[in-house]
């Protein structure tokens, strides 16, 4: 029983034009529930169009995406964005936090746009910084905060609306070793708490390495290793 399916995906931006460039020739995936996968990629492969697709946010020229066994082919663009919010977390290499808000607020709000009550998002919230070791600085907004501990932050975001798929784009691609070590681990360890499925793109093979497989982003198509 997978939490996600990706079948023959192909992408191609600008086309028809002279520019057309084909990023996904012929993409298949299945990801099992808690399955923990790296996704490994030259720099402009296509692993970011890859993510965007598999997490709703962007769709395929050609193939199927089935997402907690929900096919999402045809679905207009509000069904979209419901499935996307209820079943998908993204995790960037930049934090994305809202600068104006304390770190505390920015994990309620995506909970505020699912209509959870205020006092039930700021409880779950406190528990997710709690877990990742950043509730002593809820109160704080990003730019006080650490490198880490805004990933962190982004992290608990991503989690807020309890998502059954992580998707991740690098996401300790901009912090030094022993940062990006504390960042990987407190998202392994809340991953395989919550049984959580998670697509994690990295250039950081010793971390791909620790994930249940790996795959390989390559013309088009993924490889099985990281070769
Ligand atoms: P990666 O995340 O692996 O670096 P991307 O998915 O961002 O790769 O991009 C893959 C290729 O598609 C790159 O050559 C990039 O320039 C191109 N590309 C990405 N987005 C667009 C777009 N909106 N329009 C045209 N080309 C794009
Ligand atoms: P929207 O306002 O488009 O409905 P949401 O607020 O539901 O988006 O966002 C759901 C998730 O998708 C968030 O984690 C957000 O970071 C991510 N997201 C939304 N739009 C984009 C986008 N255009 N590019 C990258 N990520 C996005």
């Known amino acids: 029983d997978a939490m996600l399916v990706l079948e023959g995906i192909a992408k191609s931006y600008n086309r028809g034009k002279p520019s057309e460039v084909t990023v996904l020739r012929d993409v298949s995936l299945t990801l099992g529930r808690g399955e923990v996968v790296a996704l490994v990629a030259p720099s402009g492969a296509g692993k970011s169009t890859l993510l965007h697709i598999a997490g709703l946010l962007d769709t395929a020229d050609a193939g199927r995406v089935v997402l907690n066994g929900r096919d999402m082919d045809g679905l207009g663009d509000r069904a979209r964005t419901a499935a996307r919010r209820q079943e998908v977390g993204f995790i960037y290499q930049f934090h994305h936090l809202l600068p104006e808000f304390s770190a505390l607020e920015n994990v309620i709000l995506p909970q505020r746009a699912n209509a959870v009550p205020q006092a039930e998002a700021e409880t779950r919230a406190r528990d997710l910084l709690d877990r990742v070791g950043v509730g002593p600085r809820a109160g704080h907004r990003p730019a006080a905060l650490s490198g880490g501990e805004q990933q962190r932050v982004a992290f608990c975001r991503a989690m807020a609306n309890a998502p059954g798929l992580l998707l991740a784009d690098e996401p300790t691609g ?44 390559d013309q088009g198509r993924l490889t099985p290793g990281i070769g």
Do not use: K, W, Y
């Open 174 to 217: 901009n912090l030094d070793p022993a940062t990006s070590e504390q960042v990987f681990g407190a998202l392994m360890a809340m991953v395989r708490e919550t049984g959580l499925s998670a697509l994690i793109a990295t250039h950081n093979m010793e971390l791909a390495a620790r994930m249940d497989r790996a795959l390989r982003l």
